[in-house]
């Protein structure tokens, strides 16, 4: 099956190129790709691979367009948000948790399937595929059913980054920190990631206070009903849970001093190795610190719920997404990273 994808080859320009997809094993589906988000893994993980050509892109959405002969529950037509690999079957995906398969890294790093196949080739030579189980910058991709999520008529832009971004700090906030009436959460960083996780705590009922250096993101947070400040270096109250989205080391450090008794600090973002943690004031405080990998979220049931609340009008996260097309990337990426758009989003065929 042919299919346009945008082909990254480290600091380079990244071009779309004419590629060829594998047929779908029994449990995969052909997906036509309405729009994929940009998000920094993305960026990181092109870094990483240097000069090795690859397809990344892990916030599909789109229509799936053909069923392996295995797949149930799905049906062509259908409009389904793409979300990270798991293999359904270890203890960590039975109990609820799939960002912690015991297959994470094979299922969503590898560059193939878990058994070393390639699901992409350009020119004939297998390239860098299969990312997040999907690798959706490209007309077109070749999932696991079991990441598909269906979401109806919501705009496919908006749905896209409800695959990882969105997923992430809204998670976050519901199934870690849990925040509600009464709590005050802050917020270090609000990018897409750290936006989500506001609106979503303010949906709750909670205060939020927001650190973020970028005047247009403190603005945004503002208009939301935050309290927005430029660092944490700027006075703030004393918060009950606070979310980090930075994973800098300095930062982590701060925002635990600044919790009160018995708070959590969830960490998010993902940075240097090691942070410098005061282990007495951890005890004696009754503080906690904790990972928390694609929100701690199981997709097929936050999504459809996240949804929900955008439809109601509690999570506009239409306001967050600029939309581009899918040969723009370079320059969604520098606008991106320059602070002028909150989330990028990649049409392809625009």
């Known amino acids: 099956m042919k299919a346009s994808v ?29 729009a994929v988000g940009l998000c920094h893994t993305d960026l990181a993980t092109r870094k990483a691979l240097g000069d ?90 070749l999932v696991d059913a079991r990441s598909c999520v269906p979401v109806g008529d919501v705009p496919p832009w908006v749905a896209a980054p409800l695959g990882c971004g969105f997923l992430t700090g809204a998670g976050a ?7 509600g009436p009464g709590d005050r ?9 750290g936006t989500a996780a506001v609106l979503t705590a303010l949906s709750e009922g909670a205060e939020v206070v927001v650190a973020e250096p970028v005047a247009a993101r403190r603005e945004l947070a503002s208009r939301y009903g935050a309290l927005a400040v430029p660092s944490l270096d700027d006075p703030l109250p004393s918060v009950t849970h606070v979310l980090d989205t930075t994973g800098r080391p300095e930062l982590l450090t701060r925002a635990l001093s600044l919790l009160q008794p018995r708070g959590t600090l969830a960490v998010v973002g993902l940075g240097p190795a090691t ?5 007495r004031d951890l005890m004696l405080r009754g503080l906690q610190l904790r990972g928390c990998v694609e929100g701690d979220a199981e997709p097929a049931q936050l999504v459809p719920e996240l949804i929900g609340r955008y439809e109601k009008g509690r999570l506009p996260l239409d306001e967050l997404v600029t939309t581009y097309g899918l040969g723009e990337f370079d320059r969604a990426v520098a606008e991106q990273r320059e602070g002028k758009v909150l989330k990028a989003v990649l049409i392809p065929g625009s």
């Open 6 to 34: 945008l082909l990254s080859r480290g600091a380079a320009p990244s071009a779309l190129v004419e590629a060829e997809l594998d047929d779908p094993r029994p449990h995969e589906v052909l997906v036509r790709i309405e």
């Open 52 to 141: 090795r050509p690859a397809v990344l892109g892990h916030e599909g959405c789109g229509v799936v367009e053909r069923l392996g002969s295995g797949v149930a529950g799905l049906e062509v037509g259908d409009r389904v948000v793409l979300s990270f690999a798991h293999c359904g079957r270890c203890g960590q995906c039975r109990s609820g948790h799939p960002a912690y398969c015991d297959l994470a890294i094979s299922l969503n790093n590898s560059g193939r399937r878990a058994d070393g196949t390639p699901t992409i080739r350009v020119d004939g030579v297998p390239v860098f595929g299969s990312f997040f189980g999907q690798s959706s910058f490209a007309t077109a991709a």
């Open 173 to 179: 906030v519901l199934n870690v920190l849990r925040p």
């Open 185 to 193: 959460l802050l917020v270090v960083g609000a990018g897409a990631v």
């Open 275 to 279: 942070a410098e943690i005061d282990g």
